[in-house]
């Protein structure tokens, strides 16, 4: 069974400083691997979605997987105090449908102005 | 496209009562999914459905829970004589077949 773990629990940067999260995984056979973001109170937003070694960008958000290495991280260009939220990753069944998802514990990431 | 329609957003009820969680896919997605959300556990998967039919229902506790999907338009997560540990934020979750998946805002349920 996927266990999914992410670190820091929590992290506080400034206003356009980058913000690293990061996220291990236990079987590197998914497909898909997802970085959502919870704002108090509301729905999953989906930032970044990446299904193959390397780097993926979407607007100011960066996936890099490492397979090999079990890790998924996520980079926040410049963030904004808007950015203030709850970090999920998410990680796939590897069979079943890849819509069908492992959670992280999540990173509480604040933006200071 | 209002996205994926929760109701209600909070539920409060006694112990041993029965709870309906109600949910509205966005309108042509096939696949829907429920999520439970809580403090210690974190997102779990409970089950999905694809096509309005049952596909995996593996992380739905045996006892008191079930969920159906009448038609297209809706689908229901149904709790029988709740107890305080239900308490959580139930996620349902639509997608076209492996394309990116819309959650909702949530329930929240309260067991008192």
């Known amino acids: 069974q996927q266990k999914v773990q992410q670190s820091p629990e929590s992290l506080t940067v400034s206003e356009g400083a980058m913000a690293s999260l990061n996220c291990t995984f236990s079987d590197g056979t998914s497909d898909n691997f997802r970085w959502y973001r919870q704002h108090s109170g509301k729905g999953l937003e989906m930032l970044v979605s990446i299904f193959s070694d390397g780097e993926k960008e979407e607007g100011r958000f960066t996936a890099h997987l490492n397979r090999a290495s079990l890790h998924v991280s996520l980079h926040i260009r410049e963030p904004q105090p808007s950015d203030s939220a709850v970090y999920l990753c998410?990680?796939?069944?590897?069979?079943?449908?890849?819509?069908?998802?492992?959670f992280g514990q999540g990173t509480v990431l604040s933006v200071i102005p | 496209n209002a996205g994926v329609i929760q109701t209600p957003r909070h539920k409060v009820t006694g112990k041993g009562q029965e709870a309906t969680l109600w949910c509205e896919p966005i309108s042509g997605h096939s696949a829907v999914f429920w999520y439970r959300q809580t403090i210690v556990q974190g997102l779990e998967f409970l089950t999905y459905?694809?096509?309005?039919?049952?596909?995996?229902d593996s992380g739905m506790p045996k006892e008191r829970f079930s969920a159906q999907m009448p038609n297209q338009s809706h689908s229901t997560l149904k709790i029988q004589s709740t107890q305080p540990q239900d308490s959580a934020v139930y996620l349902c979750a639509s997608s076209w077949i492996q394309n990116t998946l819309y959650f909702g805002a949530g329930t929240r349920l309260s067991v008192l």
């Open positions: 998410a990680v796939s069944e590897a069979t079943g449908g890849n819509n069908k998802l492992t």
């Open positions: 459905f694809r096509n309005q039919a049952p596909i995996d």
